[in-house]
């Protein structure tokens, strides 16, 4: 935990394979780097690539558990694709909202979520993500979005949200998707 917090000496920094955990705060404030995650990581800290500006794309490898608040503020974050089975942690003690994730990311536009994402029980999880244009879920069955207005805040319902072709008719009927165009 905080090994390179705000720390803007660095201009490149390998993350190598075979890193399984990267801790709280441990890059956050890092804007000179643009890090790619290993496939060997399997656990990211709460706020640990908080407002790390120098990440362009992002890919969470499978089966990581990402903590609350970790890739918030990161400015030039344009695409992110989550692996399958990553879980995305909670915070205090809600086993089911997941806090801020990717909050501010002001230039992100595509995300895409693995089949195992299947809720979107997310607290401002792309909360002011202005230029967000397409989110995918891959999921084979039809997301919960009871609580979509969170996942959502701050945003446009000019989102074009991409689905299993076969779920289509089922995301345009439910109450909480047809404004998002699936």
Not at 80 to 88: A, C, D, H, I, P
Not at 95 to 111: A, K, W
Not at 155 to 176: F, M
């Amino acid at each position: 935990a905080y090994c390179f917090d705000d720390d803007n000496m660095i201009s490149t920094f390998e993350l190598p394979e075979g890193l399984i955990t990267i801790g709280n705060y441990a890059f956050r404030d890092n804007y000179n780097c643009n890090y790619q995650l290993p496939s060997t990581v399997t656990s990211i800290g709460q706020y640990a690539f908080d407002d790390a500006d120098a990440i362009e794309s992002l890919y969470i490898p499978a089966n990581a558990s990402v903590g609350a608040y970790a890739f918030q503020y990161c400015s030039k974050l344009k695409y992110v694709n989550v692996g399958e089975g990553v879980s995305f942690g909670t915070y205090y003690s809600s086993p089911h909202y997941y806090y801020y994730t990717f909050r501010d990311c002001s230039q992100l536009e595509e995300i895409v979520f693995p089949t195992t994402f299947y809720r979107v029980s997310a607290i401002n999880m792309l909360a002011n993500c202005k230029a967000l244009k397409k989110v995918t879920f891959k999921s084979p069955t039809l997301i919960d979005g009871s609580e979509y207005n969170l996942f959502f805040s701050g945003l446009g319902t000019d989102i074009q949200v991409y689905v299993p072709s076969y779920l289509v008719n089922a995301y345009k009927l439910d109450s909480y998707w047809y404004n998002y165009n699936p």
